[in-house]
T-cell receptor, first 112, second 111 residues
Framework: DGGITQSPKYLFRKEGQNVTLSCEQN?????MYWYRQDPGQGLRLIYY???????QKGDIAEGYSVSREKKESFPLTVTSAQKNPTAFYLC???????????FGEGSRLTVL | GENVEQHPSTLSVQEGDSAVIKCTYS??????FPWYKQELGKRPQLIID?????GEKKDQRIAVTLNKTAKHFSLHITETQPEDSAVYFC??????????FGKGTSLLVTP
């Protein structure tokens, strides 16, 4: 089945630790995105990548890092510099240009 | 950058009534306006979208209207059903840029 897969679904982290969220797609999409979802805040853009080995910061990139070494993969690292990392993280992909975003099921990160 | 405002934040209607959600955007270059539905605990899914060369688009009980001059677009759901209860997000973008989302509208349809 074609789709976009995020892992893990749930993750707990102690303060001061970095954590990496995985996002893999087999839709042959060029563009991939990371959004953060908090109650009442909608979906806020963290990073996006339109092509391998290139990515751009979104509105809330501070404390996060990404890489795009393969077309299929766009991992997100939540670093210890992110002051309030507890949130629901959504990865998405689309063909190049403005079009429908396909979302993964999300990863819920809780910092203890 | 693009700023998308969405109203209302919550909306409660009785089954069979219509529901309307409105959004405004700031970047006149934006040309793609999708609407996503997110049921509790699930991923957002596209329900309808419109491009700036079109003023209105319908799909069964759902319609979207776009006013480019005023920079606003709306989602209309007719004959609402309990399964329409969800959070709805509007968004806007232009080619080569990521979607910017509104903060969402929590729609509750009561039987």
């Amino acid at each position: 089945d074609g789709g976009i897969t995020q892992s893990p679904k749930y993750l707990f982290r102690k303060e001061g630790q970095n954590v990496t969220l995985s996002c893999e797609q087999n839709l042959n999409h060029d563009a991939m995105y990371w959004y953060r979802q908090d109650p009442g805040q909608g979906l806020r853009l963290i990073y996006y990548s339109q092509i391998v080995n290139d990515f751009q910061k979104g509105d809330i990139a501070e404390g996060y890092s990404v890489s795009r070494e393969k077309k299929e993969s766009f991992p997100l690292t939540v670093t210890s510099a992110q002051k309030n990392p507890t949130a629901f993280y959504l990865c998405a992909s689309t063909t190049s240009g403005a079009g429908e975003l396909f979302f993964g099921e999300g990863s819920r990160l809780t910092v203890l | 950058g693009e700023n998308v405002e969405q109203h209302p934040s919550t909306l409660s209607v009785q089954e069979g009534d219509s529901a309307v959600i409105k959004c405004t955007y700031s970047d006149s270059a934006s040309n793609y306006f999708p609407w996503y539905k997110q049921e509790l605990g699930k991923r957002p899914q596209l329900i309808i979208d419109i491009r700036s060369n079109v003023g209105e688009k319908k799909d069964q009980r759902i319609a979207v209207t776009l006013n480019k001059t005023a920079k606003h677009f709306s989602l209309h759901i007719t004959e609402t059903q309990p399964e329409d209860s969800a959070v709805y997000f509007c968004a806007a973008s232009k080619a080569g840029y990521a979607l910017n989302f509104g903060k969402g509208t929590s729609l509750l349809v009561t039987p």
